[in-house]
C-alpha cells in the first residue's frame, strides 16, 4: 500500500477501470441508478479531449474555461510556443 489513507477498503470506496471514449456513459448511471455516487479522476488532458463525457456541470464548463484561459496566458511568459 503507498499509503494507509488510500485503503479503499476501509473507505468503502471502488474503482472501475473506464476510458472517455465510450464506456464512462454506461457506468455512470448503472450505478447512480443504486443510489452510488460517481467520482470520475482525470488526468490533465480530459481538459482538451473528452471532457464533456466525464459529466460535466455548467460549473465545471466554466472552471474549465477559466483555467484555459489562464494557461494561455502563461504561454508568452513562459516564451512557449503553442
Do not use: C
Amino acid at each position: 500500500m503507498l499509503h494507509a489513507a488510500w485503503d479503499f477498503e476501509k473507505k468503502n470506496l471502488a474503482l472501475v477501470k473506464g476510458s472517455v471514449n465510450g464506456n464512462l456513459q454506461k457506468f455512470r448511471p448503472f450505478f447512480e441508478g443504486f443510489g452510488v455516487p460517481v467520482k470520475i479522476p482525470a488526468d490533465f488532458g480530459a481538459l482538451f479531449e473528452g471532457f464533456q463525457p466525464l459529466g460535466a456541470t455548467e460549473a465545471t464548463v466554466g472552471l474549465k474555461s477559466a483555467v484555459i484561459q489562464r494557461l494561455d496566458a502563461r504561454i508568452p511568459a513562459l516564451q512557449l510556443k503553442r
